[in-house]
């Protein structure tokens, strides 16, 4: 047969490569990203189960239950602070309040972070049998975590109110730090969920580069200890920034603009991150199990 001939048999019948899927766009992942995140708000009593069944399984048959979360917090701050006091010739009452809510706060950033690494994979079951949003595990960690968290700030109020830390107007700027410190995190989480599911070594990495952190964060020790010019780039430290909206508020200091200034920063950057890339493999999600 003639190539002419051939070439119309072929085009008479269709082609027989399949035309190549267009390409989303930016603007369209994050579209896709968006509606993911709402999927997931939408159906809030799938992700309220499994953070509970799953608290209901840490604390099964205990007598305390959460209370041992209170009780614990407390005696390993007592004990640290007043070790640091000692050290360092500090008032009991002006550190343990400091180290008190900093310490919880950074336990709920380094518990959802810790279980975002491992999230897709321990709740890969759900993804197989049937269809899920995988903004569903990421709203079920930071709900189980968030209300861990809230549990333990019991132990912190109780230090605020023993010390007499004073309370004003300011103290209500714990809200919107709060709002803001939740919605971070949860970003946060659902970025190092995604990379976690693609590449497991990132595991290790996100480990450490929390385990860091945690020393290079005004947590057991305070800002005012280093010296001046030090002091300028400890606000630059992004978890710094979203410890200090909630801390200083509850400890009776005020907020500085730059604070403020730089979590917002951070969470305008980790919107800008999450919302295309979650667009663009939420998809894939399933076949990284």
């Known amino acids: 047969m003639p190539a002419t001939d051939r070439s119309q048999t072929l085009s008479s019948h269709g082609s027989t490569t399949q035309p190549r899927k267009p390409t989303r766009t930016f603007w369209g992942n994050v579209g896709e990203g968006f509606a993911q995140i709402g999927e997931g ?8 189960l499994m953070g509970s069944a799953e608290m209901r399984r840490r604390f099964e048959r205990s007598k305390l239950g959460p209370l041992w979360i209170v009780v614990s917090t407390g005696v390993v701050v007592l004990c640290i602070a007043a070790l640091w006091s000692a050290l360092w010739s500090a008032e009991l009452s002006e550190i343990l309040p400091f180290m008190t809510v900093g310490l919880v706060t950074w336990q709920f950033i380094a518990s959802t972070t810790g279980d975002a690494t491992v999230g897709f994979q321990s709740y890969s079951s759900y993804f197989v049998n049937q269809y899920m949003a995988p903004s569903n595990v990421i709203f079920s960690i930071v709900y189980k975590n968030l209300t861990t968290y809230l549990l333990t700030l019991i132990a912190p109020l109780l230090v605020c109110v023993l010390f007499s830390v004073p309370v004003s107007w300011q103290t209500l700027l714990v809200f919107p730090g709060l709002a803001l410190l939740i919605y971070s995190v949860f970003c946060l989480a659902y970025i190092v969920a995604i990379f976690c599911a693609r590449y497991r070594d990132v595991v290790q990495v ?7 952190a945690f020393f290079a964060t005004p947590i057991l020790w305070k800002p005012d200890l280093l010296s001046e010019n030090v002091q300028r780039f400890v606000v630059f430290n992004p978890f710094a920034s979203l410890l200090a909206v909630v801390r200083d508020p509850l400890i009776g ?4 603009p730059e604070v403020w200034t730089v979590s917002l920063a951070v969470a305008a950057l980790l919107t800008l991150i999450m919302i295309p890339l979650v667009g663009r493999v939420h998809r894939r999600v399933v076949f990284w199990l």
């Open 41 to 48: 708000l939408t159906n809030w009593r799938i992700w309220y």
């Open 206 to 212: 996100v480990q450490n580069i929390v385990q860091l």
């Open 253 to 256: 200091e005020p907020v500085t």
